[in-house]
C-alpha cells in the first residue's frame, strides 16, 4: 500500500498537535496501515491523557491533604509556643494548668503524627493484614493500653454491656491493626462523653457477620452529619479529635472484609460505632 507524503506530514502534524495538548481526532475509519497506525496513535494519546488527568487529580489531592494537616498542626503548636512563653512568669497554679495543657496538647499531636503515618501506609498498598482468631476481650485489652491516662483524665470507664457473650466471640483479623481501629473508635467515644461516664462495649455474631460496638455516653449525632465523621478533617462530631481516628479505623476494616456503621442516637442516647467483619 503506497502512503503519500503529504498524508506522512498530516499525520505528524497532528501528532505534534497533541504533543501540545490539543484534542484530536486521528481515527478514520478506513482500511489500510496508516489508518491502523493512526487508530493506534489515537489510543495511546487517549490513555496517555487520562494518566495525565489522574497525575494531576493526585497532586491536587496531596496538596489538599498537606494544608490539612498544616492546618491541623499548626493550631496545637502555635498554642504550645503560647503558653511556653506564658509558663515562665505565671503563678503556681496557672503554670500547672499551662503544664496540663501542653501535655495534652504534645499527646493529640503526636497521636495525630502517628495516625497519619498508618493512614500511609493503608493508602499506599504497603499493609499485608494476617488474619487469625482473636478474642474479643483480647482484642479490647489491646485497645484500651494506649487510652488509660485519657479515661483516667476523664475518670470514665470502659465496660461490658449488660448480657454481652464477648467470651464466646473470636474475630478473624489482624489483631493489632483491628485493635487500633478499636483504639480509635473508643477515643472518639472519650472524647465526646462527659467525664465520669461509662462507655460500653458490646460484642456478637449473626448468619453475615461478626460484630464489635462502642457506645459512648454523648448526645447521639444527627444522622446528616454521620458520613462526614470518616472523611479526613471532616467531621464536626470530633471538635476535640485530630479528625483522622475514624477515617483511620475505617481503611482498617475495610482492608480486611469489614466496614463500620454509625447509629447516631440523636435523641438524648449515645452514639454506637459498629465494626463488623462479615463472614
Known sequence: ????????ERLSADVRRIIDGQSVDLRDNLEGRLSILKNDIH???GSLSEQASNLQRE????AETLADISHQLKTPLTAMMVMTELLEDAPPEKAAEFIFNLKRGLAQTGWLVNALLKMAKLESGSVVFSRTEVYAGELLGLALQPLQILLDIK???????????????????DKNWT????TNIIKNASEHSPEGSTILIGAGFNPLCKWLSVTDAGKGIPNIEIKGLFQRFGGTHKKQGTGIGLPLALAILRGQNGDIEVNGGNSGTGAV???????
Open 43 to 45: 489510543t495511546l494519546a
Open 179 to 182: 485493635a487500633e481501629a478499636l
Open 155 to 173: 475518670d470514665q470507664r470502659v465496660e461490658w454491656a449488660s448480657g454481652t457473650p464477648y467470651g464466646e466471640v473470636r474475630f478473624l483479623c
Open 1 to 8: 500500500m503506497f502512503i503519500s507524503r503529504k498524508e506522512i
Open 273 to 279: 460505632f459498629t465494626m463488623r467483619f462479615y463472614k
Open 59 to 62: 497532586k491536587s489531592a496531596m
